[in-house]
């Protein structure tokens, strides 16, 4: 029997766009959390019951563990909940990043006849396929987008004076 083909090699500059996308998507995963926390802490008010402030600390310690499409879903809520104004256009394009975010950490690449560009082959839970072939300019604009949804995170969580800390930020900037 065979051995199945190896994959072909990503071209550096479609890797390095890949790789700068996925740390973007750490970074929103990282601000969601955060934003979470504010949005849910300013909630409960100064005068909070032991047993509310502990089922909030176990619900912060699960989120800890939550997959992107979860944190999403959990911060639109307690935008909803803070009645964040404008929030369901940011909901709307977290969403969109989150499908991106399923394609690029999941797909395999083929390279096309176009130089530089790829065919993501990747089948979402719908059995849908990627329709679009990608270059680095592509996933390039996926990574601004999703940075861009970040900061809007990060201001959102800013506007309840709770910041907390940067992990890995040994001074407490951000």
């Known amino acids: ?94 969403r969109e990043i989150r499908l991106k975010r399923n394609l690029l950490c999941h797909a395999s690449w083929r390279p096309r006849r176009k130089p530089g560009f790829w065919r993501p082959t990747f089948i979402n839970t719908k059995g849908e396929r990627y329709p679009d072939e990608m270059d680095p300019a592509a996933v390039h604009a996926i990574h601004a987008a999703t940075l861009k949804a970040a900061r809007q995170v990060v201001s959102i969580m800013r506007g309840t004076g709770i910041h907390g800390e940067w992990a890995g930020y040994e001074d407490g900037g951000d």
């Open 1 to 94: 029997m065979a051995l199945p083909r190896a994959p072909d090699r990503l071209s550096d500059e479609m890797a390095v766009a890949i790789g700068h996308a996925i740390s973007g998507f750490g970074f929103l995963e990282e601000a969601l959390k955060r934003a979470i926390f504010s949005l849910t802490r300013k909630e409960l008010g100064q005068e909070v019951s032991d047993k509310a402030l502990q089922q909030w600390l176990r619900r912060m310690e699960e989120i800890a563990d939550d997959t992107l499409g979860t944190l999403i879903d959990s911060f639109a809520a307690a935008m909803k909940q803070a009645q964040i104004g404008d929030r369901q256009g940011l909901a709307d394009d977290l």
